[in-house]
Structures are given as C-alpha cells and as structure tokens.
C-alpha cells in the first residue's frame, strides 16, 4: 500500500500501544491487516481490518485526556502484577496509560489519554516542555542552593540544564523543569545536601493541577486539549 496511514500511527492512535511498542509487535508476527501478517513500514487505508494478537483495533473517536492528582503510593505502569498501579486506581472504562512518569514517593498532576502519539510527543526530550513542581526540604534554604538548583547540578553522569527556581519559604521552593531525569529533582537535591520531603507536580505544560482533589481525576477543558496539542504536536484536537 502506498496511501494511507502508517501502521505503527494508526495502532498508536487506537490506544493500543506507542509506535515504539507498536514496531516491536508488528515485527513479532502479532499483526495483521486483511488476515495477512503485516511488516514494519505497512500503511493502513480505509476499510482495512487490523488486529493485534488477534483481536479487532478501531481507531478511537474522540481522544480521552484526563488528569489525576495523583497520591504518594501509586506508581505510574499500566502492570497488574502492581498493586499499586495507576490504571486499576483510576479504573477507567477505556484503556489508557499514562503521559510520562511521576515516581511513586512523589504526588500531584499526571495526565493520561488513549492517544499514543500525543503521548509520544510530550514525552520527547528534544520537545523541553515545561512542568512545574512545589517541593518541601527537610532544611532551610539558601540563596546558594537556589542559585546552583537554577543554574545546573551534576547527577547521573550530566549537568542538567538550567532552570527557573524560585523559594516560596523556609523549605518550599517551586521548580520548572524542561527535561525529565529519572528522580532528577530528588538527585538535584540530594548533590546538594538537601532531602526532599514532599514533592507536588502542579502543571505539565499549560494544564495546572489547580484545586483537583487528590485521588480525583477530570476531563480537561476543550482550550485545554486545544493548547496542549497545539504545543505537542502543532495542531488542536
């Protein structure tokens, strides 16, 4: 086929699976368009019936997008060998997965949606989208640790970049980061003798945690969905 969608996008866009995952199942026989097994690089046009492992993928509707202020305890994997995991919290009657990753000791706003290649797209490094934390220490702050938190800290082998900080009091500060190390603000902290104590995302992007509850999830607004896609991916869903 030469017209048509590609079909890691299309199994992306269903919900199935990021194009990455997509790849992967595709070249492990567990795809198939019209009955026949596809390859990597096949494109899918109207009227063609796709299944992985053997069941029916439609392309979604409407896209879900949703936030969760997301309590210490649930971890971000869609695993239901984890207890803890932060599909069966939420218990959404659609499959979704989560935008990125918010560690299990840390709270606040995680957003979750069906549609692989925004997902993808948030989560690209190269695209430094902003996301925005309170964090409470376990120690006065300084005006020398504000400074060397903004200007970079050595962890894991790299300096990360440079960023806003700001002290809100003796031991809370607001941070905004572009990039998304793993545990990068508790790593930033602990170079720097400091212990983090609590840990919120407040705002991923131009989505605010705002007053949500915590454990309490909501659709996000249609400027809000507008916003964050054209931020993403350059168009409005």
């Not at 299990?104 to 430094?128: C, F, H, P, V």
């Not at 905004?176 to 930033?188: A, C, E, S, Y």
Request: charged share 30%; hydrophobic share 35%.
């Amino acid at each position: 086929m030469t017209d048509g969608t590609r079909l890691n996008k299309f199994i992306s866009e269903a919900g199935v699976a990021s194009r990455r995952a997509a790849d992967r199942m595709v070249e492990e026989g567990r795809v198939s368009i019209n009955g026949r097994v596809a390859v990597v690089g096949d494109k899918v046009s109207d009227g063609d019936v796709v299944c992985v492992d053997g069941k029916r993928v439609e392309k979604a509707g409407v896209d879900v997008i949703i936030a969760l202020n997301k309590p210490r305890g649930i971890t971000c994997t869609s695993s239901p060998e984890d207890p803890d995991n932060v599909i069966s919290f939420i218990g959404y009657p659609e499959r979704i997965y989560s935008i990125g990753r918010l560690d299990k000791d840390s709270e606040g706003l995680l957003l979750l949606t069906n549609n692989g290649e925004l997902a993808n797209a948030i989560m690209r490094s190269r695209g430094e989208h902003e996301k925005e934390y309170l964090v409470t220490v376990d120690h006065d702050i300084t005006e020398k640790f504000v400074r060397r938190m903004s200007e970079g800290v050595e962890i894991l082998g790299r300096r990360t970049k440079r960023c806003v900080v700001e002290r809100i009091s003796d031991r809370q500060f607001r941070i905004v980061l572009r990039q998304g190390l793993n545990r990068q603000i508790r790593r930033m902290c602990g170079t720097l003798g400091y212990t983090v104590e609590k840990l919120v995302r407040v705002r991923i992007m131009n989505v605010e945690l705002g007053s949500l509850p915590v454990g309490s999830i909501r659709d996000l607004t249609e400027e809000e969905r507008e916003e964050l896609c054209r931020q993403a991916l350059g168009t409005s869903r």
